[in-house]
């Protein structure tokens, strides 16, 4: 079974910071590029960032630049996301992401794997 299982989701007040992991079994995901999306309540996935499978390559939103970093561990199949500065409207539920394209992408609909999600909430 393949699986994204994300972790250090939680509260934090804002201008903390919180750093999402991202552990892949089943299969090695060292080929694909990641991202990490997010979603409130009422509202359609949006990309956070995302890193090619060399990791060379990265993109933010613009709500995420400067603030986040992405980065990955492909030896330990793992994707990283972290959060510096965060606001209260970065609460939402964090979601890992697997693309089988090797290029980064930013389309939800080119990752074929996803994991269950991670709350953040950021308190004023």
């Known amino acids: 079974q393949v699986l994204l299982v994300e972790s250090g989701g939680g509260l934090v007040q804002a201008g903390g910071s919180l750093r999402l992991s991202c552990v892949g079994s089943g299969r090695t995901f060292s080929k694909n590029a990641m991202g990490w999306f997010r979603q409130t309540t009422g509202m359609e996935r949006e990309l956070v960032s995302a890193i090619s499978l060399t990791g060379l390559s990265t993109h933010y939103a613009d709500s995420a630049k400067g603030r986040f970093t992405i980065s990955r561990d492909r030896a330990k199949n793992t994707v990283y996301l972290q959060m510096n500065s965060l606001k209260p409207e970065d609460t939402a539920v964090y979601f890992c992401?697997?693309?089988?394209?090797?290029?980064?992408?930013?389309?939800?609909?080119?990752?074929?794997?996803w994991g269950q999600g991670t709350q953040v909430t950021v308190s004023s």
């Open positions: 992401a697997a693309s089988d394209l090797g290029t980064l992408t930013i389309a939800a609909s080119d990752y074929q794997y």
